[in-house]
Structure formats: C-alpha cells, structure tokens
C-alpha cells in the first residue's frame, strides 16, 4: 500500500512555562489511493467506543465499528496535549510531501490543523465530504482560505461525480451547507467526549474553533458567500 505522511512539530517557546523548549511531534500516514488515516493502533481508550457519547447523527453500525474512527485516531495526539493549555505559545512547524510550513503561534492552532486532517481521513461518513482536501493539505488555513477551498473542491467533485448533468450553484451549495450542519454536529459530539478526560483546554478549544468555522460557513451559504468570495474574481 502507498502511503504519504504530514508531519507536525510543536516546539513550546514560552519560557515562562516549564517545559520551554520541548518538542512533540506527531506522524500522520495516509493511504495514498484513497486517502484514509492509516491508522496507528487497533484499539482505542474507553471514551473512543462508538457508544460512547456517540453523536445523534452517527450512522455506523456498533456490529461493525466497535470504536468510534474519529476519537480512536485522535485519541493519541488528545492524549499528549491533555495538559497543555490552549494559549500556549509554540513554533509549530508541519512537513507535506510538497513543502514545509511554519507559524509562531498557540498550541490550539496548530491542533486544529492536524485534527482537520486527521478526522477528514478517518471513515466517518458525515466528514468524508473533506476527504480529497487531505492530499492538498494547507495548515493555518484562514476562513477565506478554507471557504474557497471547500468550495471549490465540492463543485468539482460534483463535476467528476456528474459529468452529464448541468451544475446549478445554487442547489449545490444548499447540499454544501447540509453536509455542513452534520459537520457540526459531529464537532459537537467530540467536544462532549473529550471533555470527559482532557485537563487542560488546548484539545477542546481546537474543536471549539473547528466548530465555529462549520457554523460561520453555514451562514456564508445563506448569502452565496458573496461578501467573502465575490471581490475575488471581480477583475
């Protein structure tokens, strides 16, 4: 199987805290032909079970998925950032195939990029709609950023997905905005499970701002996304 990986490295930086200077990196390996989480361990603790704080709209079967995909993946990564506060300061660099990224930033920053792409990958039906942004993975994004390149994307899936038929923009971004309001949703869902165990906040914050992206790009669709997007190609 051919696999690529995005590697993320936290340096702390705040030398008021103890641990200035420590480094906590974390590999994440995707399956290259269909861009699923390859994932670490079989097993995950027991707040990552599917019927553990299990979302209102989850539709896997317990039968067949006896841990949630999404909390089992992110289980190791929520459990190293247990005791981190979210304000934290960090150099936070992220290695793709293409290229090297860096940000002076907070620890929430960061985690909300390397989540992002690890729930896209995970086999959860709601997020799946974010999967193909994986293999152009661009972390720190801003929201114009992220609405143009979810846009995008989804019209040209609809394109590839429905070669015979006439797109109306309209009717594609209610579906958009739809797939959105199960987004959050499930955002909403891993924030209840995670604040079961975590001690600190820079876990829940990272859900807290990936929730606020999903509810703002819900809004965004309401208006076609004409204040944020249309300046764009108005040339």
Known sequence: MKQFAIQYNFVFDDDKKSDYGRT????????DQNLS???????GPEWSKLEFNRCQNC??????HNYCPVAKNLSELIDEFNEVNSFQKAKVYVQT?????????????GLLSCFGAIMAASGCPHLDIFR????????????????????????????????????N????????????????????????????????????NAFVALNSF??????ECDTNFVDTLAQVFKF
């Open 169 to 204: 923009f309209k009717e594609m971004m209610e579906v958009l905005k739809e797939k959105y309001a199960q987004v959050e949703i499930v955002n909403q869902g891993m924030l209840e499970r995670i604040n079961k165990v975590v001690k600190k906040d820079a876990d829940k």
């Open 24 to 31: 906590v990196k974390y590999l994440i390996e995707f399956n």
């Open 214 to 219: 999903a509810q703002i790009f819900s809004m």
């Open 37 to 43: 989480y390859c994932c670490k361990k079989p097993e």
């Open 59 to 64: 539709t896997l079967k317990k039968e067949e």
């Open 132 to 167: 193909p942004l994986v293999k152009f993975h661009l972390p720190f994004s801003t929201f114009e950023e992220t609405i143009y390149r979810v846009v995008s994307m989804f019209l040209l899936k609809q394109c590839y997905g429905n070669l015979d038929s006439k797109i």
């Open 97 to 109: 195939p293409e290229r090297i990224y860096s940000k002076n930033t907070d620890v929430q920053t």
